[in-house]
DNA sequence: CATGAATGAGCGTTCATTCAT
DNA sequence: CATGAATGAACGCTCATTCAT
């Protein structure tokens, strides 16, 4: 192994360390209350070091939420490449599985994927990464509507736009995320969220077959 | 109209006037980025003026939360108090009106229901607000899942935890409408959200039916 | 009594009524933490209408210390017509009574007869203002003096010069209105007070004379 | 010395260096008009600077205070333990001279002593500092009443309440100083002050001796 | 004359970011 | 590369003062 790769290992390992600190911190206190300092303490660095890593506090926290997106889309990437044979029905369920990993995985990214669209927010980040973000979620949204494009056209799901499903079934996840980490607090959380998430699951699958399927 | 009555009115214009403004850039911003002096410039006011008829940032923007509550709350006592004897499902449908227009009422406040869960937040807030906000946060959840026992109960809907509906209906409509509104910016939002909530709803209705009900 | 007499004693009323007002709020609270609407609340008016009768803060402050340099000067000018055969000791007797009536008359306007030296505050004040209260101080100051100069003359006090007499006599009232008053609060204030000033005086009184009198 | 200790004096050297401006500042300005900024100006300093080594204005405030009150207590306490033999009249003459140190030591400081048993100010102080505060001012105050309660006992002073006469030096002392440097400004001051401050202290000697010892 | 709504300047405080070491 | 001291811009909030009614 080279100096240089070396090197960039180590880098990464840092970028890491500073990254699980960063969302310990966010989760617990939200984007706004968290401060660099908070971070840096949490991840046993100085504020200053920080910045030799993220060019500042929005693309530090954007890099994280990138992960999940990233995480979401290789899962969801490997159905299509591996289970293309699997029904319809059974691909959601799997989704399911795959955002309840994406929920243990990283509980704040997912949250705060809502933040990110905003303009505020975007604006601060560097061109590229904008970039990155914005095709990831076009790449995952088109993924999950694809499962339900091939229901409708099977004739297993009712006949509605298939990007609207999409939506349906990302924001419906993200909304009782957020409400249940409103409401909660400490380590009692997850406990809550998965049965919730189960009976929506459950009830939408319900109600998006067709009458012959239920 | 007594002076006093008048004094009376004329403090309550502007309460509205400074709610109005508060309301725009809340949404467009967010509780943090929002500063006291954007919302007193888009109020045509100073900002020293809007501790006059608002305690804090805080208090303004609970006042605006606190008024959906109760604006929810009112309908939702209404269809019990009127419509006592029409079918579950029909209740549902009179729901789904009803959160549409709170939608309608008022957008941002409806989003940030959430916020107001946190204890941070509620520890500026001034007691008789907490204690109204619980109370009516309490009833709302309350009546929504009343609906729902008394579907079970009928043998109308499958069984499960009423309150457990109450949570998917609230924090469903919520997550659509916060990642809408985090989607796009301007006028164009409401036409969005609609279809989709009826989507939505159209679905878990027809999710949560028992077998010989669909 | 003409229209303009009445209204000039109307005036002088209302001036009474504000100042009576500062006075309590300005002794609970100090100079900076009394706001004109404190006042204002206590004296039964709107803060507004306290500019009618006083240029500013500072000019309604300082006209409630004048009103005890005023008294003090009065009984002090009043020993010195009316007894002044009595002995020098006697004198300082009644310089006491004085100095606790002025006491009971007003103690806030005692406690910052300090403050009122402060160029910062006088700065704020009117020229004529500033111009009696000076001369009014002198003239406390000098009267206060005269007494020691004649004990001195007459072989009652030690020789020290008479200034540096008065000016122990009035600094250490002060000081001990001052401790007093910053250590208890509430009403038993008063009680407190006139027995350490009684010994003071006695102390002071001793010290003072010269040998064959003690 | 280690790289900890050359740290540890160098937030010592700028904690110092704020101190002296801020004396300078709340002795010219008092507590109130003095701001932060002005502080930090005469410091050299940004006010954001002064926040990394004291929690606030109050405190920075109080540790000065502080500061003279460890000096006198630290003085008084040497007395005791070491010239325990001596009269307590020479105590007395001892106990002057301290006063004028701790004078020369911080004049402002001496002048707030009355300040800082508000309840307001005290409040926004951290629970060790006020401790702190209380604790080394009754040890103060006790330490002076005891030099009273011996000479009491040894029939030298006068009989009345050794606290009483604690009470006396303290709060004369201060009347004084605060008189003194409410009059005059800039660097005449500490000319006149001592020569008043010797002239107290023999009548209060005087005044306070029974008649034989005269 | 009296009001009290409105102003706006000013303050204490926080914190992302920079940079000399 | 890492530090952490220092900055300075920004914010929430208060209150003396003004002025239209």
């Known amino acids: 192994m080279g100096i240089r790769e070396r090197k960039e ?3 990464d390992r840092r970028k890491q360390q500073i990254t699980v600190a960063a969302k310990r911190i966010f989760l617990a206190r939200g ?6 300092e908070d971070i840096a303490r949490e991840a046993e660095l100085s504020a200053g070091t920080l910045y030799l890593y993220f060019k500042n506090k929005h693309e530090l926290y954007a890099s994280i939420t990138l992960k999940v997106l990233q995480f979401l889309n290789m899962r ?23 955002l309840l990993d994406a929920y243990d995985f990283d509980v704040m990214a997912l949250i705060n994927l809502f933040h990110l669209q905003s303009r ?10 904008i970039k990155e973000i ?3 979620t076009k790449q995952i949204t088109d993924e999950i509507a694809d499962i339900f494009e091939e229901g409708i056209e099977k004739g297993v799901f009712i006949k509605r736009h298939p ?12 909304g009782i995320v ?20 189960e009976l929506v699951f459950e009830i939408l699958t319900k109600g998006m077959l067709k009458e012959k399927h239920v």
Chains 1, 2, 3, 4 share one sequence.
């Open 163 to 174: 990007a609207a499903f999409a939506q349906i079934i990302i924001s419906t996840f993200s």
């Open 31 to 36: 984007f706004d209350k968290a401060t660099m």
């Open 134 to 136: 914005k095709e990831i």
């Open 120 to 129: 505020e927010i975007l604006k601060k980040l560097s061109q590229e990464f």
């Open 9 to 11: 290992r180590e880098r």
């Open 76 to 98: 969801l990437a490997h159905i299509k490449a591996e289970r293309a044979d699997i029904s319809p029905e059974a691909k959601l369920e799997v989704l399911k599985e795959i």
């Open 178 to 197: 957020l409400w249940e980490e409103g409401k909660r607090s400490g380590d009692d959380k997850k406990g809550y969220v998965k049965p919730t998430i």
